[in-house]
């Protein structure tokens, strides 16, 4: 689908890229800090610093989806 001035939206800032992204990350976020936090023997900091990183990726894609019109 093209937008107002006729060019293709690169797959990301589609509706189903968006969702994609958000599901992906959301679902397999929440998974894996679960699995960091419950099942491996990394150091607290590591372990603070992916939840951080997850938590911020997941928030930035959110937000995005939430931006597009």
């Known amino acids: 689908m093209a937008d107002a001035a006729g060019t293709e939206k690169p797959w990301y800032q589609k509706w189903w890229g968006m969702l ?3 599901l992906t990350t ?5 998974i894996g800090i679960y ?6 023997k990394w150091p607290k900091a590591a372990k603070i610093a992916v939840t951080v990183v ?4 997941s928030l930035y894609l959110s937000f ?3 931006g597009q019109k």
């Open 54 to 57: 997850v938590v911020a990726v």
């Open 35 to 40: 699995l960091i936090w419950g099942k491996t």
């Open 26 to 30: 959301g679902i397999l976020g929440v």
């Open 64 to 66: 995005l989806l939430l």
């Open 20 to 22: 994609i992204l958000v």
